[in-house]
């Protein structure tokens, strides 16, 4: 794989093809969930934690994982996660797409997936992540399980932990270590 180096203020970092892939990407989920008023040096701090993270997180041995994984994503929204996909297919993880909990439930009858990664509010459910976690959970399914909503509240970090989710989060590097720790997991 071909080198690529990144330079900007006051980091450098040195990254395999992959890996600086995952990083660009992640860095533009970042930048797109920064509130608009950020300051360059906001974005630029937001930026260099996603080449962080990934050069911290990324080995040989996680993208051959990776490689083999797939990835069921349920958001009635799905462009919302564009980036943040980008990121985790850099790394050779495939997605399957949901946007509903009807539609995330029959593909789960029909194909086994290594992780789930689901927003909170679908309409007409506002807590429709709990639905779908609560519905796996009930049938004993334990499957790793993602919330990725616009919110980070300790309360609703809690209740999805409670509930036998993996975790939740609103910030793209977050959510790139959670699934790269959950499929690591279950390799």
Known sequence: MGELTLRGAGFEASLKRKQAEAA???AAAAVSRSDSSASPDTLMRDTK???DVVAETVTPGLIKRAG???VL???DNPNNNLHERRSLEALGISFVLATSTEEALDKLKRQYFDLIISDMGRPPDPQAGYTLLDKLRSTGDRIPFIIYA???DPQHVAESRRRGAVGCTNNPSEL?????SSLG???
Not at 176 to 180: D, G, K, N, S, Y
């Open 176 to 180: 790139f270590e959670m699934v790269l």
């Open 73 to 75: 994503w349920v958001d």
């Open 185 to 187: 997991r279950r390799a």
């Open 68 to 70: 083999k994984s797939t």
């Open 150 to 152: 616009g919110s980070r």
């Open 49 to 51: 934690v996603a080449a």
């Open 24 to 26: 660009a990407a992640l």
